[in-house]
């Protein structure tokens, strides 16, 4: 079916269903007509907004608030880069939703893969602790890993690892050791997890068994499914890791807010939409975000290769939901898009406008014509001192495979970054031009570990926790410095 014709089914069923709420009838849900109408009606709005306007008085039970019914679910989320811990409704109908969506992933890999056996093993789910709070009778807040679990259907939670008693592990370095333990002794056919935290844990099964590729540890594995940051750094050294063409990498862009969409092609082809999910997608694009009328396209309207701030509309009770994720299409016929980074995550503290998928690719370029892999990394700005010097940023690195040991091979690598970066951004390009704006970049190399450790003393070690990429917060970089000062 055509995606307009059906997202434009999924925003009136929506609408149906939470008129009588105390946001339906504060927009007069039962006068909207159609997309335009509703865009007219609602206004973007973000966490912030909603929980000042709408939750926070009745958290932690929502009921007929911005979706009919009580919240049964709420999903704990902190920003990358901010300790604010969020509360996300989940509701019954969300759970769905997002059990949908893993099936369609299922079936994509399915389909490149007749043969697959994947239910004849254990599917494992590396996330963080699994415990919930009951933070009122009948509802539960926690990881949504947890939620996950909790609500598993009973056809996978047959077929899923780990066991409860490990599930519910807080202590990340506990947790690994005994998942990988247990993991050695179960026939394991798919697992999933951000890459950065599957990569630690890789490690500790190699450490343990002795073995170097993937497919000597766990050798029925078919799937390996990956989400939550840009891959591009990471999947070289997956697919040294893996070591067969048999294993299926295949990406997945869930939130907390909503599944959005999995990859149904090859790797760089765009993750496909999920249109039918109970889920209305809006798309702004990035600089007009913070106008007073910025201009709100849907699928009928989205064009590729513009950065647009995704805007969901759930079966959850958010309506017009600036999530903070940017994308772009790769196909508009039916729905494919690349993530590019976050609305809050550029680095403009000198007008030079870098977004994440600009800075991910000049680094794959770099890493490329260096011989260098990437584990981790994170850039920020670094100011001028006194009157008259130039501000510029400064890339600390992590290196997973290769070296940079040499003062040639390090001004190499920044060449080549500064180039590329040149090549994307015009902007870039012009601060940079005759060194009238920007100094060149800089590189701080750090031992392997790192950033495992750093994040550790932020208190955001393990489970879905990602290192922050592009650094716009001076004290949050300023901590990142101070901490590898201290490693030397």
């Known amino acids: ?43 973007l709005r973000t966490y912030e907004s909603f929980w000042n306007e709408y939750w926070k008085a009745a958290y932690p039970v929502l009921t007929d608030v911005t979706w009919p019914g009580t919240v049964p679910y709420f999903a704990l989320s902190s920003g990358t880069t901010s300790g604010t811990t969020k509360y996300i409704p989940v509701t019954n109908e969300m759970i769905r939703s997002n059990t ?72 990340w370095e506990e947790k690994i050791e005994k998942l990988a333990r247990a993991s050695l002794q179960t026939d394991i056919r798919m697992i999933s997890g951000v890459p950065s935290w ?34 591009t750094p990471y999947r070289q050294t997956f697919l040294d890791l893996m070591g067969s063409d048999a294993i299926d ?77 940017t994308v772009k299409f790769v196909d508009v016929k039916t729905p494919r898009l690349l993530v590019t980074g976050r609305t809050s995550y550029a680095l403009s503290a000198f007008g030079e406008h870098l977004i994440a998928e600009e800075v991910e690719k000049a680094l794959a370029v770099a890493c490329e014509q260096s011989s260098v892999s990437l584990n981790e990394y994170s850039v920020g700005a670094l100011y001028p001192e006194k ?36 090549r994307l951004n015009e902007d870039y390009d012009a601060h940079r031009a005759q060194g009238f704006g920007l100094h060149p970049p800089k590189l701080c190399l750090v031992p392997a570990g790192t950033f495992v450790s750093w994040m550790k003393s932020r208190g955001k070690f393990g489970g879905q926790h990602k290192v922050p990429r592009l650094i716009s917060d001076r004290d949050l970089f300023s901590s990142l410095r101070t901490f590898v000062a201290t490693m030397k």
């Open 387 to 422: 009157a008259g010097d130039l501000g510029g940023h400064l890339y600390v690195v992590e290196l997973s495979k290769g070296s940079l040991a040499s003062d040639a091979a390090q001004q190499q690598f920044l060449d080549v970054l500064d180039k590329e970066l040149c």
């Open 100 to 171: 949908k969506a893993g099936l369609d992933m299922l079936s994509f890999h399915a389909l490149r893969t007749p043969s697959s056996a994947l239910f004849g093993g254990m599917n494992f789910m590396l996330g963080g602790s699994t415990e919930l709070q009951e933070v009122s009778q009948g509802i539960f807040a926690g990881d949504l890993s947890g939620i996950a679990v909790k609500t598993l259907p009973w056809y996978i939670e047959k077929r899923y690892f780990p066991p409860k008693e490990l599930a519910l592990l807080k202590n």
């Open 249 to 325: 990498l295949r990406e997945v862009y869930p939130a907390s807010e909503g599944f959005i969409a999995s990859a149904d092609r090859s790797f760089g082809e765009g993750l496909r939409l999920n249109t039918d999910h109970d889920i209305f997608f809006e798309f702004v694009p990035v600089e007009e975000l913070a106008s007073e009328r910025p201009t709100r396209h849907w699928v009928r309207t989205i064009e590729p290769g513009i950065n647009y701030a995704i805007v969901l509309t759930t079966c959850a009770g958010v309506w017009s939901y600036v999530l903070g994720d």
């Open 198 to 231: 599957l990569l630690i844990f890789f490690e500790k099964l190699f450490a343990i068994t002795g073995k170097q590729k993937l497919c000597e540890v766990y050798p029925n594995l078919e799937l390996l499914v990956h989400g939550g940051v840009n891959f």
């Open 1 to 43: 079916m055509d995606p307009a014709i059906t997202q434009a089914k999924v925003l009136d069923r929506l609408l149906r269903r939470a008129q009588g709420t105390k946001f339906g009838r504060d927009h007069s849900f039962n006068k909207i007509r159609n997309v335009e109408t509703y865009q007219s009606a609602v206004p």
